[in-house]
């Protein structure tokens, strides 16, 4: 096991299909086999879902000392996840130097998360643990997902989970992998997915744009702002898996808050940096977090 004790991967979550619920069961499994680390899951919901059904799959999978879960009731009517908030509060929970906003559906080689701390204990604020462009972000089809009682008992043997379990090797995910084909590029990526931050920089930084709500351009904004901002930020080349999952609104491009989210991201792409520290300063979330 790998001593990654001064990282806190913080996980948001909700886990609105059967696809999602498999996702954190690899992820975590694959994080807590592979390092002595903290792992922090803050599912905000209606339901215990993560308890009640990931939970007893994960602890019969790998030793659950370092997995701390939270669960918080929803309080929106919109059925919207709010993402950017999440993240805030756990960050500024962490106990950890180093934390990783991480994608509950994200696995990377076990090489680029060791780079990327060493990267954070030299001299970058931020790494991004994947190459930008082309076949950074290897997508993933599983041919399962999880929709009864009798899938989760019997998780261990279901296709690819079976091998993926006996030493967590990423490779055996390389047969179910393609890249998908944008208008840039083959599996192109860019700034979302995962990224490791020093804590305090994430901080000074004003984290996460609360006014972000589900599926947004936070993290193009978040690059940019660190960019003006100044901050060392740098990037492992290797790639990422992106294990594929059913698309609901807060994971894709038709959730009802896209449309301003897309007009915040266009007035603050265009600010100078002074502007954009004077609205960051002035936000209410910020006032309140780093009071």
Same mark, same amino acid.
């Given at each position: ?61 790998? *030793? ?28 500024? *929970?962490? /106990? ?14 076990? *090489? ?34 999880? !929709? ?10 279901? !296709? ?41 920089? =994430? ?27 100044? =901050? ?40 100078? /940096? ?7 300063? *002035?936000?209410?979330?910020? /006032?309140?977090?780093?009071?």
């Amino acid at each position: 096991m790998i001593d990654l004790k001064n990282v806190d991967f913080i996980v948001p979550l909700r886990i609105d299909t059967g696809d999602r619920l498999r996702n954190v069961i690899m992820t975590t499994a694959y994080l807590l086999h592979h390092f002595d680390c903290t792992v922090t899951i803050k599912e905000v919901d209606s339901e215990h879902r993560f308890e009640e059904f990931a939970l007893p799959v994960i602890k019969r999978l790998v *030793d659950t000392k370092n997995l701390n879960h939270i669960w918080e009731e929803e309080t929106r009517t919109d059925d919207a996840f709010h993402r950017t908030k999440v993240l805030n509060d756990m960050v500024m *929970d962490s /106990k950890c130097d180093i934390v990783v906003n991480y994608d509950t559906d994200l696995i990377l080689p076990v *090489d680029t998360y060791t780079q990327a701390v060493e990267m954070l204990q030299g001299e970058y604020d931020v790494v991004y643990p994947y190459r930008f462009g082309n076949h950074g972000e290897r997508k993933v089809n599983l041919p399962f997902t999880i !929709e009864t009682q009798e899938d989760m008992d019997n998780f261990e043997t279901k !296709e690819v989970a079976s091998e993926f379990i006996k030493g967590y090797d990423n490779t055996v995910l390389d047969d179910h992998f393609f890249y998908y084909h944008s208008e840039q590029g083959y599996g192109w990526a860019e700034y979302g997915m995962v990224q490791f931050f020093n804590r305090q920089a =994430y901080i000074d930084g004003y984290l996460e744009n609360e006014n972000f709500i589900a599926y947004a351009p936070e993290d193009c904004e978040r690059y940019h702002r660190w960019e003006l901002l100044g =901050y060392n930020i740098g990037r492992v080349d290797n790639y990422a898996y992106h294990l594929e999952h059913q698309r609901t609104q807060n994971s894709w491009y038709h959730n009802p808050h896209m449309q301003r989210n897309n007009q915040l991201w266009e007035e603050l792409r265009v600010l100078t /940096k002074e502007q954009l520290i004077a609205y960051y300063e *002035d936000q209410q979330y910020v /006032k309140e977090r780093l009071k």
